[in-house]
């Protein structure tokens, strides 16, 4: 066989085993457990860090204010540090709309060796365990939810005990509305589940742990036993090392995707999105450049090689590298066409996942790039130089 028969047939294996032994990942049928709702409803602190969120806050925070919970619940919103007037539009947004109480906190700048989310966190959480809540909502501020997600959540976490989660989170929908989004969005998604399998996120004794940071109903006892956010106060990546903490301290955690809890955060322009990515992709790769060597070459067997070795084989007349490079690139789109169903997009975008594969290759490049100018991830005005990635369990 030829070079490029060879690199076709090893990316079309690569495939069926992604197909059938990486937990599944392309499927989207992880939603909450459905559960008896609870004859006790458990009281829940709502944490919101914001940062410059005045833009969607009037769309997120008066979800959060309608939720119709039957037990004790009240907000927290820290402001860290915002200069588009947050905190104040947050004030006027509880008097507007009423519903469940706000508490409005602003920490200050945070201290050397944490990142901005984790340390209005913290701030948050200690405010709110003053209070002595059995659970904790982490939310972001462009994340809405539906009147009951807050309800859903505490009854899909169950009950305290070895049935029960202490970590349950929803990858809240995305907003897809621009050809960019509708180009990336679904693939953001589609490439996390690819790398932490939501069902081996949710297997009784697995080794993976993750979480969508948007949406994380965490229980009181889980976040003491894991010291947290202390104990991964500088992590970027910040979702995945937060499961990761509570896996480690025992507790068990289940991560799916959302029915009604969704972002409304825009991101109409390609540099939105690159730097939505970019910022912690190379964080993710623990600042190896082998590992960041090793990742553009697998992108480039995994998602390149099936086109371009079914176009190099019909050109050159070699059957096996065009049936083997087709065949993988049948078997990627399909694996793709789930999630676009779930983000209610046309199936004819899953051939050019390719395309949006070297768009995330040049993403992660360009990480690797910024951390080694000494620029490292920044977001909303701060660069956090030397950002640790989520720290192995």
Known sequence: ?????????????????????????????????????????????????????????????????????????E???????????????????????????????????????WTGKLWALRHG?????????????????????EPDSLRELVTAAGSEGADGFDLVSQMARLRVTSTWERLVVPAFVYFFGQLYPFRRVNGKGSRTAAAAGGC???????VERARLPDSIRSAVIDDVSLARAVRRGGGRIWLGLAERVDSVRPYPRLADLWRMVSRS?????????W????TVLGLGLVYVAPPVTLGAGVLADDPVAAVAGGVAWAVMAGTYMPMLGYYRQSLWLAPLLPFTAVLYLLMTVDSAVQHYRGLGAAWKGRTYARPEAAPEP
């Open 125 to 145: 959480m200690a405010l709110a365990r003053q209070r002595k809540p059995e659970f904790l909502l982490l939310t972001d501020a462009d994340i809405a939810h």
């Open 281 to 289: 992709a190379y964080a993710q790769l623990r600042h190896s450049p």
């Open 75 to 113: 907000i927290f919103l820290v402001d860290d540090c915002s200069e588009d007037g947050t905190g104040e539009l947050a004030r006027a947004l509880s008097a507007r709309y009423g519903g469940l109480p706000l508490t409005v906190v602003a920490p200050g700048e945070p201290e050397p060796g």
């Open 1 to 73: 066989m030829s070079a490029v028969a060879w690199i076709a047939v090893g990316s079309l294996i690569v495939w069926v085993w992604l197909l059938l032994g990486q937990g599944f990942f392309w499927r989207t049928d992880q939603r909450l457990p459905v559960r008896e709702e609870p004859a006790r409803w458990p009281s829940v602190a709502v944490v919101v860090p914001a940062r410059d969120e005045a833009e969607v806050l009037p769309v997120s925070l008066p979800s959060l204010l309608a939720q119709d919970y039957p037990g004790d619940a």
């Open 216 to 222: 994380v109903l965490l229980r009181a006892g889980a």
């Open 291 to 294: 590992l960041l060597a090793g």
